[in-house]
């Protein structure tokens, strides 16, 4: 996969080139390359903000810089059957999911425009709308200063999806937010620390037991730290047992989805 960040701080994008990531890019499985916006600004301070129309608080980002920075970006893609996403960091996005990081696995090329300030002129998107598929993607409901924490969150969700970057790929099966919940406990050695000891089903070797203990684990978690990813999900994965701890929980269902009662 080819990444593309455009950025006024591509220092910023820096930890990406480290561990996994990193590891992947010599592998050539990523390739990452990071744009300084004040690149593509001309003027003596290379401004890339200016004041808001209408008025108001604060700086919003210009439009000739990005859209100079992204034709650079569209230039250097190689000719894409498909227009190329873009994905703008926003906390007016969509909410980036590990579906989402799925589903952007799966692209050929992404391209993040970090925006900072208040953000980028409205015009930049419209523009863009009409050669990439332009998406904001939001972190969570709260504001960071920038993009660029947000796309290091993003790069590394996608990029340790990529076929080979992590070693094995089965500790991507079992993860949080694979299944829709969350995921067990885990425990190593020793086996007693502090007067704490691991669960006593964990030593048994019985490889069905431990499974059906996992499973019961995630769902009392997920019940317990996010009811909503329970409410209203499909059930028809959940099998006999995974219903009765469900029921104990609260959780009931109804035309094929949970519900609580
Ligand atoms: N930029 C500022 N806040 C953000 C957020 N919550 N998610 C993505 N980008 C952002």
């Not at 799925?102 to 015009?123: K, S, V």
């Not at 969150?153 to 340790?160: C, F, L, N």
């Not at 076929?163 to 790929?169: E, L, Y």
């Not at 269902?253 to 009662?261: A, F, S, T």
């Amino acid at each position: 996969m080819r990444i593309d960040v455009v950025s006024i701080f591509p220092e910023y994008l820096a930890p990406l080139k480290l561990s996994l990531l990193g590891r992947a890019q010599e592998d050539g499985l990523l390739q990452l390359d990071v744009h300084d916006l004040r690149d593509f600004a001309f003027d003596r301070h290379r401004t890339v903000d200016d004041t808001p129309y209408g008025g108001g608080a604060g700086m919003v980002m210009k439009p000739e810089p990005w859209g100079l920075a992204l034709e650079a970006v569209l230039a250097s893609l190689e000719a894409a059957e498909r227009r190329p996403t873009l994905i703008v960091p926003s906390p007016a996005g969509e909410v980036f999911t590990q579906a989402l990081a799925y589903e952007l696995a799966e692209e050929p090329t992404l391209t993040f425009a970090c925006g900072r300030y208040e953000g980028i002129d409205e015009r930049v998107l419209e523009w863009a709308g009409e050669r990439f598929r332009v998406r904001p993607v939001s972190l969570g409901d709260y504001v960071l200063n920038g993009g660029e924490v947000a796309v290091m969150a993003m790069v590394e969700a996608i990029g340790r999806l990529l076929p080979g970057v992590v070693g094995n790929p089965e500790s991507l099966v079992e993860e949080s937010h694979s299944d829709g919940l969350l995921e067990y406990p885990v425990y190593t050695k020793p086996s007693s620390w502090r007067g704490h000891d691991v669960p006593e089903v964990l030593l048994s070797g019985n490889h069905g037991l431990i499974a059906r203990w996992r499973r019961e684990q995630q769902l009392r978690r997920t019940a317990g730290r996010r009811p909503e990813l329970l409410v209203g999900a499909d059930a028809s994965g959940f099998g006999r047992e995974e219903r009765a701890v469900l029921a104990e929980l609260g959780y009931d269902v109804v035309d094929g989805r949970l519900e609580r009662h």
